[in-house]
């Protein structure tokens, strides 16, 4: 095998009989536009995968803006409370041609799937496909909302009569895109006629749309078909948009098959629910000190999933936004931030622009490229009670190889330890 590093060879591209591209490599680049000149097929890791994978092999796909991770990590963990051989995969971190490989693959697979992942995987064809949510994301590399959501309805290009969708009801841009769509339409929401639904009781109205208190959730209840499946106090994820992603997995893993929907295995789905725990930087309580509560939501790169956890938060918070700007205004932030910011402290290079939209509405402090000085500003301005929470509607490619280093920085110094002053991209 030959391999080439610091150039490509074009030519040799052009001559190929397939291109296997990274999902972060854009369509425009030179070696893919090369590729498609000369004819070669492109596609992506998860499509060879798939071609590996035995037909026995089921999956359930998860794409969406936000929630995709937390749902597939629900998919996989009520499948193995099932009983099944399960394995989390694709956009969640674990390469589908490496679970392939296996001696001997899965019975069943929960599979992220990504806008990058599906624009180059033809062969998609889950058991059951998954919309969470849609809003604007990855501007710096869609030229239009459109061209994203586009990529998001690859999800259905091989959907047939006898394909099953679940799908956020609540979600007009979702319900849109799946109209028409070959298959059965489950639904997740807030209403009664949902096959999957979350209800709160009459007496607590304000929280049907809004069950945003992390210390003390409303007394909802999540239904199947109009049978309690679990109380909302028994499902240990914060906020509301976690209520969405519990529901939307749950609905998933029940229509898969049939014999799910037997009460022992609906038993063991809540059951499920209930043990499942917040994954690394999505909404991670990373300690209380001193009395101020910190929290890493460094996954939350996009302005949509950062406004969700600023919906989510009670108490007095001093918000860290920033990092490498993806296109979007930050102006969409000013609701939750008024209501419930204390400060809010940019940084990085999003920071200037953080500034324009939202530093004449909120006390504002605007940082450099140096994380530890604005841990040190936030620790400076917090007072117990208060929480610091690292959301930063950015990706993090500035200053950190990803977001999990971000967040595994914030967690470190949060608890006061040391990190390299200044670090990557200051």
Not at 45 to 74: C, D, M, Q, S
Not at 395 to 415: C, I, K, P, Q, V
């Amino acid at each position: 095998m030959e391999a080439e590093a610091g150039r490509h060879d074009l030519d040799r591209i052009a001559r190929a009989a397939l291109v296997v591209a990274s999902p972060g490599v854009p369509p425009d680049a030179a070696p893919l536009a090369r590729a498609r000149g000369a004819r070669v097929p492109i596609v992506s890791e998860i499509e060879i995968g798939l071609r590996f994978l035995p037909a026995t092999t089921r999956y359930i796909a998860v794409t969406g803006t936000n929630g995709k991770t937390t749902t597939t990590a629900l998919v996989g963990h009520l499948l193995r409370a099932l009983g099944h051989d399960a394995v989390d995969a694709g956009n969640i971190g674990t390469p589908l041609t490496e679970v392939a490989l296996a001696p001997t693959p899965p019975a069943w697979l929960a599979l992220e799937m990504s806008s990058f992942q599906l624009h180059d995987t033809p062969g998609i064809a889950p058991a059951v496909g998954v919309v969470t949510n849609l809003s604007p994301d990855h501007l710096d590399r869609y030229a239009t909302v459109a061209e994203y959501y586009a990529d998001k309805a690859l999800l259905f290009r091989n959907a047939t009569p006898a394909s099953r969708w679940v799908l956020n009801h609540r979600d007009a841009a979702v319900r849109e895109m799946a109209a028409g769509v070959p298959g059965a339409h489950f639904y997740f929401g807030r209403s009664p006629e949902c096959d999957m639904s979350y209800r709160v009781p009459a007496e607590h109205p304000a929280a049907i749309e809004n069950d945003d208190d992390d210390d003390e959730p409303t007394p909802g209840t999540i239904y199947w078909r109009g049978e309690p499946l679990l109380r909302r106090d028994r499902l240990a994820l914060i906020g509301d948009h976690n209520v969405d992603n519990a529901m939307a997995a749950a609905l998933a893993v029940i229509v898969a098959d049939e014999a799910h929907q037997r009460p022992s295995a609906l038993a063991r789905i809540a059951e499920g629910l209930g043990t499942f725990r917040a994954l690394p930087h999505r909404l991670e309580v990373v300690g209380e000190y001193g009395g101020v509560l910190w929290i890493n939501d460094s996954k939350a790169t996009n302005v949509s999933s950062t406004r969700v956890a600023l919906e989510g938060m009670t108490r007095p918070t001093i918000v860290l936004l920033g990092g490498k700007h993806k296109g979007e205004p930050y102006t969409a932030l000013l609701p939750p931030l008024r209501r419930i910011a204390k400060a809010v402290i940019a940084y990085g290079e999003a920071a200037p622009l953080i500034e324009r939209d939202l530093g004449r509405a909120l006390a504002f402090y605007r940082m450099g490229s140096d994380f530890a000085e604005v841990i040190d500003r936030a620790r400076a301005i917090a007072d117990p009670g208060d929480v610091v929470l690292l959301s930063p509607a950015c990706s993090s490619y500035d200053m950190f190889r990803n977001y999990e280093e971000r967040g595994a920085t914030f967690r470190r110094l949060a608890a006061g330890g040391k990190a390299e002053r200044g670090g990557r991209g200051a």
